[in-house]
């Protein structure tokens, strides 16, 4: 039962994988990489924005 169960695992997740390897094409692996880029700029511009908000807002609280 164990080498059937095996048997079956193998078989649907290699269909799944050549099934989808398949149909991905150029344009969506070039258009995967631009949203990934524009996600870490976007990411890292928000971080440090809301760094230098909360820096600064607990500097003033130090002061009073």
């Given at each position: 039962m164990q080498q059937n169960d095996l048997?079956?695992?193998?078989g649907i997740v290699g269909g799944?994988?050549?099934?989808?390897?398949?149909?991905?094409?150029l344009n969506d692996i070039v258009f995967t990489?631009?949203?990934?880029?524009?996600?870490?700029v976007v990411s890292f511009?928000?971080?440090c924005l809301l760094r230098r908000i909360f820096s600064d807002s607990n500097k003033s609280k130090k002061r009073m």
């Open positions: 048997q079956l695992r193998s799944t994988f050549l099934s989808t390897i398949l149909n991905i094409t990489i631009i949203m990934a880029v524009i996600g870490a511009f928000v971080s």
